[in-house]
T-cell receptor, first 116, second 113 residues
Framework: NAGVMQNPRHLVRRRGQEARLRCSPMKGHSHVYWYRQLPEEGLKFMVYLQKENIIDESGMPKERFSAEFPKEGPSILRIQQVVRGDSAAYFC??????????????FGPGTRLTVL | DQQVKQNSPSLSVQEGRISILNCDYT??????FLWYKKYPAEGPTFLISISSIKDKNEDGRFTVFLNKSAKHLSLHIVPSQPGDSAVYFCAASGPGTGNQFYFGTGTSLTVIP
């Protein structure tokens, strides 16, 4: 059973470029979460998605950031016009179908974004 | 607004001794708590959880204690082993948060051989 997969593992972008981070959840998991970890900080929730639906994006910056989880293919976190402050580790997690109680979330290895 | 706090950024413990990692939360609606362990360059891995209907949950060398009145939980590792050296995050969830977890800032544990 493959775990949560993220690619790329490392991404370097120059200011103003776009960053696309991909996440493939564990097999059978229909919930995906994105978290960001800034240096010296904990994981901060960004967005929670199910297939073709954004359930909660309360942690997403209002501008430049977007996320999707299409019917087919991985979930994508997209950052437009990156700035140096976007440099962080971005983690994706997945969990099984919501059953009215919290499920353990399984994390991917993360994508380390560096903005030059 | 950090709803889950880990006030000790680091902790060093001798091998074989007990490690105690602490976590405080502010939202009294939280009713499910987890501990994750993270090695450098890897994603967090689930360690142990506890529901608010319990005050203790044990799994091998790991025990989590929950004090609801103090809004405090702790993770005990005994005996500590060098392989336990990692960053430990506590996380919390509750009604109205869906399946969103709020994470603390982490405590870096070093177990000295």
């Amino acid at each position: 059973n493959a775990g949560v997969m993220q690619n790329p593992r490392h991404l370097v972008r120059r200011r103003g470029q776009e960053a696309r981070l991909r996440c493939s959840p564990m097999k059978g998991h229909s919930h995906v979460y994105w978290y960001r970890q800034l240096p010296e900080e904990g994981l901060k929730f960004m967005v929670y998605l199910q297939k073709e639906n954004i359930i909660d994006e309360s942690g997403m910056p209002k501008e430049r950031f977007s996320a999707e989880f299409p019917k087919e293919g991985p979930s994508i976190l997209r950052i437009q016009q990156v700035v140096r402050g976007d440099s962080a580790a971005y983690f994706c997690a997945s969990s099984p179908r919501w059953q009215g109680a919290p499920n353990e979330q399984f994390f991917g290895p993360g994508t380390r974004l560096t903005v030059l | 607004d950090q709803q889950v706090k880990q006030n000790s950024p680091s902790l060093s413990v001798q091998e074989g001794r007990i490690s105690i990692l602490n976590c405080d939360y502010t939202n009294s609606m939280f009713d499910y708590f987890l501990w994750y362990k993270k090695y450098p360059a890897e994603g967090p891995t689930f360690l142990i959880s506890i529901s608010s209907i319990k005050d203790k949950n044990e799994d091998g060398r790991f025990t989590v204690f929950l004090n609801k009145s103090a809004k405090h939980l702790s993770l005990h590792i005994v005996p500590s082993q060098p392989g336990d050296s990692a960053v430990y995050f506590c996380a919390a969830s509750g009604p109205g948060t869906g399946n969103q977890f709020y994470f603390g800032t982490g405590t870096s544990l070093t177990v000295i051989p």
